[in-house]
């Protein structure tokens, strides 16, 4: 068996899928449209599992929602820039019940007063702020860089949900190999219990000896009922993963790797601290906590605004008056106004921004540090995934011969037949921590990428 390696250098767990995954492609190809159903089952390759977990993942879809709100609450600050119009109209009777009216010592004589008075009173206005401390230009700021976050965020969900898929599929193609080489395991026990019922017909083997191997063939089918329920559950979580029917049987494809040296830690270190989203937004929530800080020091600052007014004054009972009975004042003018308590008032409000400026710049060194210290842990583990490859290679062609003289000595009676399992049994665990080692090895490198 060869040795499994991957590309040194990869940025992004997207970029490496086409080449890491060969020989899924050569199947895709084979295939036309890279799936091929029979009745409730498909064929599908890692890529195309990445693809359809993506377009079927809520979280993302969660995400994607997010940056939409973001954008729309960026158009909304943009909006109040637009002059305010207003109109308005009213219409109000009055009832008199008291139709003479006299102050004593006012008047002489006394006023009639109608039974009833009607007033028609309508307002139109136009105004718009000059100046506002920037407000309004701060406030657009921070929409924008809550949009800019958003997107990170969406990208950030994005490499989880695509790490998320291929652990699920390299799960599943483990079990796969696993129930491959426990089928194998019982055959050939299988084959040894037959052998020996045989010889023991033949007075060459004993009860005890058919008994053994009966055990095993148990034990090697018990194995086998726990791998195939855990496919199931297994297929059954990457079926909702991918968005598809629950009864879907998944064939997978092996997992294919190109071989390659790894780069020094240090490069990717750098690498990650570059291009890893969840810090990037870092840099647009320091932008934010000092436009936050703008706006509250905007507070200090006095309001100047433009206003047109028209009013419409009909004191009749006619929506149309005669001419002449009816006023249409209008006013421009400018409104100057200064809150001068926020001189003081706004003290705390700017220390609470200055401290959460300085819990941003603490939390990204913390993530700093901990993409640093991920990086290293997947870096390391994945080379000593590797090291367990080269020595289980070595176990499994050691178990391999063991097995082949075990067989020899076991036909001539020079072996037991508990000598016989063990090396049966050692040669076909050697096998099984070999897959495992490479399903887990694959999985140290993919979380590696992100």
């Not at 406030?139 to 989880?160: F, G, H, M, P, V």
């Not at 200055?354 to 540090?369: F, G, K, L, M, P």
Request: hydrophobic residues 40%; aromatic residues 8%.
């Amino acid at each position: 068996m060869k040795n499994m390696f991957f590309p040194a250098k990869v940025l992004k767990i997207t970029c490496f899928l086409p080449v890491a995954l060969l020989c899924s492609m050569a199947s895709y190809a084979q295939s036309g449209s890279g799936s091929t159903p029979e009745g409730d089952s498909l064929h599908i390759s890692l890529q195309q599992s990445v693809k359809m977990g993506l377009d079927s993942s809520k979280q993302l879809k969660i995400s994607e929602a997010k940056v939409q709100e973001a954008v729309a609450r960026y158009e909304q600050m943009k909006d109040k820039q637009l002059p305010e119009i207003k109109a308005g109209y009213m219409a109000s009777e009055a009832f008199i019940p008291t139709q003479k009216l006299q102050i004593k010592g006012l008047m002489q004589k006394p006023i009639d007063l109608p039974s009833t008075s009607m007033i028609h009173i309508g307002t139109f206005s136009v105004s718009e702020a000059i100046f506002a401390g920037n407000k309004l230009r701060y406030a657009q700021q921070s929409a924008n860089l809550l949009e800019e976050i958003a997107k990170l965020n969406t990208a950030n969900d994005r490499q989880d949900v695509i790490f998320m898929i291929i652990q699920s599929y390299i799960n599943l193609y483990q079990i796969d190999e696993n129930l491959k080489i426990i089928a194998q395991n019982l055959q050939d026990v299988q084959g040894r219990l037959d052998e020996t019922i045989q010889f023991k017909n033949q007075g060459l083997a004993t009860e005890n000896d058919v008994l053994r191997f009966q055990l095993e063939k148990s034990q090697v089918e018990l194995t086998q009922i726990d791998l195939e329920n855990n496919r199931s559950v297994a297929n059954y979580a990457m079926d909702v993963l991918l968005g598809l029917p629950d009864n879907t049987l998944l064939k997978v494809d092996s997992v294919g790797h190109t071989a390659g040296n790894m780069a020094p830690l240090q490069q990717w270190v750098e690498e990650a601290l570059q291009h890893r989203e969840d810090l990037a937004t870092y840099k647009y929530q320091h932008q934010l906590s000092d436009v936050n800080i703008k706006n509250i020091k905007a507070d200090k600052l006095p309001t100047l605004g433009a206003a047109f007014n028209t009013y419409y004054l009909n004191p009749t009972k006619q929506f149309f008056p005669p001419a002449n009975s009816f006023l249409v004042p209008m006013t421009l003018g400018l409104d100057l106004s200064w809150n001068i308590s926020s001189l003081y008032t706004t003290r705390h409000k700017l220390s609470e921004a200055e401290i959460q400026r300085r819990e941003v710049q603490v939390a990204e060194s913390a993530t700093s540090d901990q993409i640093r210290v991920d990086v290293s842990k997947n870096y390391h583990a994945y080379l000593d995934a590797l090291q367990k490859i080269n020595v289980l290679e070595t176990a499994v062609s050691q178990a391999t011969e063991n097995d082949r003289i075990m067989e020899l000595k076991y036909r001539n009676q020079l072996a037991t037949t508990t000598d016989r399992i063990d090396a049966e049994t050692m040669l076909y665990q050697s096998l099984i921590n070999l897959g495992l080692a490479k399903a887990g090895a694959a999985t140290d490198y993919y979380q590696l990428l992100r």
